[in-house]
């Protein structure tokens, strides 16, 4: 995993993604929004965070996308803003 995640959420959400059970590598956005729904962050901010996720723009979350989902939604309902949906993360 990319050094932005601390390996101590990597094994938390890797452990989330599987049990959410990924089809070649991917998750649904049903399968996703089950398991983000949990954060307890609200439909609006999970809205913005699928956005900001789904780099690829094809529907789906890889484990690296799910990672990101989960890390905004958390910081969200921590306080912290998210960045702005219109201008998505860069990716490198």
Known sequence: MEDWLPGVFFNEYKLQFDRAGPVNGRLSPDKVRTVLMGTGASMATLADVWELADADKNGEL???????????????????QLPDRTKPLPRE
Do not use: N, P, Y
């Not at 690296?64 to 989960?70: D, I, K, P, S």
């Open 62 to 80: 890889d484990l690296e996308e799910f990672c990101l989902a989960m890390f905004l939604s958390m910081q969200a309902q921590a306080g912290a």
